[in-house]
């Protein structure tokens, strides 16, 4: 599976972006997906996942009530809507799959990752 990941840039501080990662090879359905982002000088950290069917998602509490996480299966494309962006949102955006239909917090759940995009918040 190739992921590609797209839709960053600049922004003013409470702004919107929406970010879009598009699954390209033996895509499954079956697997939940996720976004992680690193700051500068940051460790990479758990933003969003959601579960193969869409019905569950989580949220760290960072972002919780600002960022919506969803998929289109028909596109095999996972969205980020990120609403409210603070400049700490500021970090390149890494979309993964999750090595099983949940999409867990933790940077070794998840197998294939995309190669990111930079998100730029500034105050």
């Known amino acids: 599976v190739q992921l590609q990941a797209s839709g960053g840039g600049l922004v003013q501080a409470g702004g919107s972006l929406r970010l879009s990662c598009a699954a390209s090879?033996?895509?499954?359905?079956?697997?939940?997906m996720g976004w992680f982002r690193q700051a500068p000088g940051k460790e990479r950290e758990f933003v969003a996942g959601i579960s193969w069917n869409g019905r569950y998602t989580s949220y760290a509490d960072s972002v919780k009530g600002r960022f919506t996480i969803s998929r289109e299966y028909a596109k095999s494309t996972m969205y980020l809507q990120m609403n409210s962006l603070k400049p700490e949102d500021t970090a390149v955006y890494y979309c993964a799959v999750a090595c099983s239909a949940v999409a867990g917090s933790g940077a070794a759940e998840y197998k294939n990752w995309g190669q990111g995009t930079l998100v730029t918040v500034s105050s």
């Open positions: 090879g033996r895509t499954s359905s079956n697997n939940g």
